[in-house]
């Protein structure tokens, strides 16, 4: 298996950009989780996705933030318009239909604004 | 909510060494999980670990749930064990992270 997978590995943009990251799960999870990383709030969950509808999103920071699952294997979270203060890594992970409660990350997407 | 706490905070070690990394947490909690952050930031499962003791290698961590602590133990430490432990606890369907643990193996 290829494990969880997101694109771009990197991504450099201006302040005031929409900023779209992507994720694709391991085949056969129904759980789909977004974090973010930041050295002064360390892994915070944004939100997660169970069967592709969206259980919790009270950790998405504002309104600038949405993120959508429309199928079983992709999602994106988008951040328009992208300030300074969003730049961090962001990781998705998936959780196994069988296995409840492991989670198993992808490699993150590393965002600096400009 | 749920508080996490990791200690200690920084480890520096020399290979060979062994060393103990501990998980407290504030309340009850379903399940609790162990990660390994490396020098490249990818995380990387360790261990699910709801109550125990389990052992990969040269890793092996004990969950205490009654008493609401976990401990990771690494011993015969290498440089590749360099990085950040985590231990995440579940609270329903929701990961809480601790602010980790940064170990350093030197050669």
């Known amino acids: 298996d290829a494990g969880v997978i997101q694109s771009p590995r990197h991504e450099v943009t201006e302040m005031g950009q929409e900023v779209t990251l992507r994720c694709k799960p391991i085949?056969?999870?129904?759980?789909l989780f977004w974090y973010r990383q930041t050295m002064m709030r360390g892994l915070e969950l944004l939100i997660y996705f169970n069967n592709n509808v969206p259980i919790d999103d009270s950790g998405m920071p504002e309104d600038r933030f949405s993120a959508k699952m429309p199928n079983a294997s992709f999602s994106t979270l988008k951040i328009q318009p992208s300030e300074p203060r969003d730049s961090a890594v962001y990781f998705c992970?998936?959780?196994?239909?069988?296995?409840?409660?492991?989670?198993?990350f992808g490699p993150g997407t590393r965002l600096l604004v400009l | 909510g749920i508080q996490v706490e990791q200690s200690p905070p920084d480890l520096i070690l020399q290979e060979g060494a062994n060393s103990t990394l501990r998980c407290n947490f504030s309340?009850?909690?379903?399940?609790l999980q162990w990660f390994h952050q490396n020098p490249w930031g990818q995380l990387i499962n360790l261990f699910y670990i709801p109550s125990g003791t389990k052992q990969n290698g040269r890793l092996s961590a004990t969950t205490v749930a009654t008493e609401r602590y976990s401990l990771l133990y690494i011993s015969s430490s290498q440089t590749t064990d360099s990085g950040v432990y985590f231990c995440?606890?579940?609270?329903?369907?929701?990961?809480?992270f601790g602010t980790g643990t940064r170990l350093q193996v030197f050669p």
């Open positions: 992970a998936s959780r196994p239909r069988q296995i409840q409660e492991t989670q198993y």
């Open positions: 995440a606890a579940y609270n329903t369907d929701k990961l809480i």
């Open positions: 309340d009850s909690v379903n399940n």
């Open positions: 085949s056969g999870h129904n759980s």
